[in-house]
Nanobody, 123 residues
Framework: VQLVESVGGLVQSGDSLRLSCIFS????????MGWFRQAPGKEREFVAR???????YYGPSVKGRFAISRDNAKNTVTLQMNGLKPEDTARYYC??????????????????WGQGTQVTVSS
């Protein structure tokens, strides 16, 4: 499995940004997909997950502002980020989960990871 995130960017506080992740190598529709992020000096943090059944989960710091979706025809998962804040600045990683064990917020749940893409939000 290969995961390739779209390029992030530098935005201002309050702006919106959309990240995409293209999945290849296996049958996409059978995988749960997640987004995590890591800021300098901090641990990797769960952002959002969408299951094969399109059930979604969000981390508390992004709930209500971010939305995850998937397009099985395009093998793509998207993270729509609205109302961005400086504290959202981080490297964002796409991840794929071949067998869901219920721990959607843990890194160990996911088998494959992208290289990450930088999102910087200025105040």
């Amino acid at each position: 499995v290969q995961l390739v995130e779209s390029v992030g960017g530098l935005v201002q506080s309050g702006d919106s940004l959309r990240l995409s992740c293209i999945f290849s190598g296996r049958t996409f529709r059978g995988y749960g997909m997640g987004w995590f992020r890591q800021a300098p000096g901090k641990e990797r943090e769960f952002v959002a997950r969408i299951g094969p059944d399109s059930r979604t989960y969000y981390g508390p710091s992004v709930k209500g502002r971010f939305a995850i979706s998937r397009d099985n025809a395009k093998n793509t998962v998207t993270l729509q980020m609205n109302g961005l804040k400086p504290e959202d600045t981080a490297r964002y990683y796409c991840a794929a989960d071949s067998r869901y064990d219920g721990n959607y917020y843990l890194e160990v749940e996911y088998d494959y990871w992208g290289q990450g893409t930088q999102v910087t939000v200025s105040s």
